[in-house]
């Protein structure tokens, strides 16, 4: 049975709905960033740019890379547009758009996030580069999914133990990123570790303005959480959903963490800039052989 319109929305032209694209317009290597304004940043390393879109926050360019052809995409801040645009791009390679219908033969997609982050830990330092080995999904998103398969309840429940996780909440899930993907970025100069994903920035963080915490110690039970090897690095928004739905959806997803700050010991970085850029550049020089 074809997939209702009311689901899957398509702009008159064909395209899909909050992304603007059509399945000529990406690559089975996309590089995931928030910032819109960093797809110029990673595209102007490019030797060739085929293809420019942008619909709100969702800026796309399609290129060449030496002799890859590589799609960046900003998915703006937060697991919520990661829902958007995983579920979109997955329906660019594998629904049929004219009648509507999966595709027999699926397509798996390489996924790449090149994001900020904060350290968690005092010997993970400002400006260090960090691959998030596993994600700790705090924010619930996935649980309106079928997630049965792609957690790890061992993990999970030492976390929800030494947390005294609230029952109201989402239970914690824990989602692997792609071996596959990881051999080809990791280096002796590339840390390694569990990244937590928030569903905000402020109180999901343990940031107080003016509002109080319902646990003001959270934080600190996130960095003092060991449960084997397994300990928890860093602090952002979209990592765990990125590995949740490709992990659902048949993708292979990596997050690269370019570490602007240290919640730990309060440092900042003098040239965040800088560090993304280098980022940039080792990401690109490692796709190319993926």
């Known amino acids: 049975m074809p997939i209702k319109d009311s689901e899957l929305i398509l702009n008159p032209d064909g395209s899909v709905y909050h992304l603007n694209l059509k399945p000529e317009d990406i690559s089975d290597t996309i590089i995931f960033v928030g910032d819109q304004d960093r797809v110029e940043k990673i595209t102007q390393h490019f030797d060739s740019i085929e293809f420019s879109t942008q619909k709100r926050e969702f800026k796309t360019q399609t290129g060449y890379y030496q002799d890859r052809r590589i799609t960046v995409l900003s998915t703006g801040i937060g697991p919520d547009n990661i829902d958007i645009v995983l579920n979109e791009l997955d329906a660019l390679v594998n629904i049929d758009?004219?009648?509507?219908?999966?595709?027999?033969?699926?397509?798996?997609?390489?996924?790449?996030?090149?994001?900020?982050?904060?350290?968690?830990?005092?010997?993970?330092p400002v400006d260090a580069f960090l691959i998030s080995t596993h994600a700790l999904d705090v924010n619930g998103m996935l649980h309106f999914y079928q997630i049965d398969g792609i957690s790890n309840p061992e993990i999970e429940d030492a976390f929800i133990k030494h947390t005294d996780w609230d029952k109201n909440k989402a239970r914690p899930i824990i989602i692997n990123n792609s071996k596959y993907l990881e051999k080809y970025f990791e280096s002796n100069e590339v840390f390694k570790g569990m990244t937590g994903t928030a569903g905000g920035f402020y109180g999901p963080q343990g940031r107080v303005l003016r509002l109080p915490l319902h646990d003001p110690n959270l934080n600190s039970k996130l960095d003092n959480f060991t449960y084997k090897d397994f300990r928890i690095t860093n602090f952002e928004m979209e990592t765990s959903v990125i590995y949740g739905l490709s992990k659902l959806l048949g993708h292979e997803a990596l997050s690269l963490n370019a570490i602007i700050a240290n919640r730990a010991t309060g440092d900042f970085s003098k040239n965040p800039k800088k560090t993304v850029e280098k980022l940039i550049k080792y990401a690109l020089e490692r796709i190319v052989n993926i």
């Open 97 to 124: 758009l004219k009648s509507r219908q999966p595709k027999t033969k699926l397509t798996s997609l390489n996924i790449i996030r090149i994001g900020t982050s904060g350290s968690l830990q005092a010997d993970i």
